[in-house]
């Protein structure tokens, strides 16, 4: 696998790389990775001829009060992962590759999608996604793009920017990866003490009761309620939302029939750690 750190030096290679006709494919991380990245890995590698991964963990989408300093970083292990799953250049920069000017003076920000939700715990939180994302999607160039849809709310605001502002890039939504008893992977995870490693299973638990009771045609309220209940079962977890919006606008949906795709959508803190997770409710 070949690394470069210089978004110049990418730049120039991946040009060179498309003359000949390679179809880059991208997948943007922070790193600390897990079988749920090495899915988008893998899935690139089988739709594209050149496959990039960046890891970098970016420190302009993360609050005053968050986990910056302390967000796992591994990136032996992640090397060797990333050899294994077939990716053909690590993208490592320096924060100060990407952000060269510590002040930037350019924004992007996204009319209401990014108050709600995860947004409004997490003030400032998608402007940092997308700017780290505008200068990435702009040194790789024309590209298909993997993301998560673990975040579901990113994907809605990344695809929102790429269409809304042009960018050469097809993102490439791709499904939650799980451990086998249904908590979704994520790099935040290695947090979790082992009592905390059980009841994060809460989000999981949450999720399917609100699909079965939406099925059931259960109203919003009624299904928000009841995982409240549900989280009193679990002492070291802090709900901090349980939303049924529609995927395309992360609107709020009442009941099953105002809606063509709902999902609901789940925050909670288990202890100190903050984990995110969400459902389809119509398979
Ligand atoms: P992160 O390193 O947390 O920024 O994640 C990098 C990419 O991996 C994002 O597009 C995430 O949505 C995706 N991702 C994280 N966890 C999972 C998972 N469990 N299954 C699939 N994709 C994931």
């Not at 030096?9 to 494919?25: A, M, P, Q, V, Y």
């Not at 510590?102 to 939180?125: V, Y």
């Not at 977890?237 to 395309?248: A, F, H, Q, T």
Request: hydrophobic share 40%; aromatic share 8%; proline share 7%.
């Amino acid at each position: 696998m070949l690394s470069l750190s210089n978004p110049h030096d990418l730049i120039g290679f991946l040009t060179e790389k498309r003359k000949s006709g390679s179809r880059i494919g991208f997948v943007p991380t922070m790193g600390a990775l897990h079988k749920g990245h090495i899915s988008l890995v893998e899935r690139a590698k089988k739709e594209c001829d050149f496959v990039v991964v960046s890891v970098f963990v970016n420190p302009t989408q993360f609050g005053p009060n968050e986990d910056f300093n302390k967000y796992p970083r591994s990136i032996e292990a992640d090397s060797q992962m990333l050899v294994a799953a077939g990716s053909d250049m690590l993208f490592l920069p320096n924060v100060s590759d990407i952000y060269p000017d510590a002040q930037p003076e350019i924004s992007i920000t996204i009319a209401g999608m990014d108050k709600i939700l995860e947004g409004k715990t997490r003030p400032g939180h998608f402007n940092g996604v997308l700017l780290v994302l505008a200068r990435l999607f702009n040194i790789l160039g024309p590209c298909k793009t993997y993301l998560g849809l673990k975040d579901f709310q990113q994907v809605a605001v990344v695809k929102k920017m790429v269409q809304e502002l042009f960018f050469p890039v097809e993102i490439v939504p791709c499904p939650t990866l799980r451990e086998a008893d249904g908590l979704a992977m994520s790099s935040r995870n290695r947090y979790l003490n082992e009592e905390e490693r059980q009841q994060a299973l809460f989000l999981f638990n949450a999720l399917r009761l609100a699909k079965r009771e939406y099925a059931e045609g259960k109203p919003t309220s009624e299904i928000q309620n009841e995982v409240k209940v549900l989280a009193e079962n679990y002492p070291l977890i802090k709900l901090d939302y349980i939303e049924i919006v529609e995927s395309s606008t992360l609107l709020p949906v009442e009941i099953l029939t105002n809606s063509k795709n709902p999902v609901a959508l789940i925050a909670a803190w288990c202890g100190t750690t903050r984990l995110i997770d969400n459902i389809p409710l119509i398979p």
